[in-house]
C-alpha cells in the first residue's frame, strides 16, 4: 500500500486552492511512510522559513507514527528525550500543528504538514487535505 505521487500532487493541489480561497500563502509537505518527501509545494508569497518547517513537520509524524497533538505531547512529556532525538533519527524532529498521518486502513502511507498561515489556516487546510483523500486513504 502506497501513496502514489499522483494522489499526493492531486492533495497539494486541493489544499493550494483552499489556501488561496481563504486568503493564506503557505508551503505543503507530502512525505512516505518513512518520511521521505514526496511534494514540497510553495504557495507564491509563503514565508521562505516555511519550506523547511512544513517536510520537518510531515517526516516527524510519518516516523514517530502520531498526528501533532499526539507527538506535541510527547515532546512536553520528554523534553530531554526530544533534545537528542535529532542525532538519532539523521533529521529534524518538529512537533508542530497542521501536521497529520495518512492512512489506508490501518496502514500508515504517509503524512502531509502545511506551514506559513496562520495557525488556524494551516490546520484548515490540513484538515482539507485530509478530507480530500479517496476512501481508501485518510488520517
Known amino acids: 500500500m502506497l501513496l502514489t505521487l ?3 500532487r492531486a492533495v497539494s493541489d486541493r489544499v493550494r486552492e483552499h489556501a488561496a480561497a481563504v486568503g493564506a500563502t503557505v508551503t505543503i509537505a507530502i512525505v ?3 518520511g521521505h518527501l514526496q511534494v514540497l509545494d510553495r504557495m507564491d508569497g509563503a514565508s521562505p522559513m516555511s519550506a523547511r518547517v512544513a517536510p520537518a513537520k510531515a517526516s516527524s509524524v510519518a516516523l514517530f507514527r502520531r498526528d501533532d497533538s499526539d507527538l506535541i505531547g510527547l515532546q512536553q512529556a520528554y ?4 533534545a537528542q532525538i535529532v542525532d538519532v533519527a539523521g533529521t529534524p524532529i518538529v512537533a508542530g500543528r497542521a501536521a497529520r ?4 486502513g490501518d496502514v500508515v502511507v504517509g503524512a502531509i ?3 506559513g498561515g496562520t495557525l488556524a489556516q494551516d490546520d ?3 484538515d482539507v487535505a485530509v478530507g480530500s483523500l479517496s476512501p481508501s486513504a485518510s488520517a
Do not use: K, N, Q, T
Open 113 to 115: 504538514a502545511i506551514a
Open 124 to 126: 484548515e487546510c490540513a
Open 79 to 82: 523534553p530531554a528525550v526530544f
Open 6 to 8: 499522483d494522489e499526493a
Open 32 to 34: 512516505d511512510s518513512g
Open 101 to 104: 498521518l495518512i492512512r489506508r
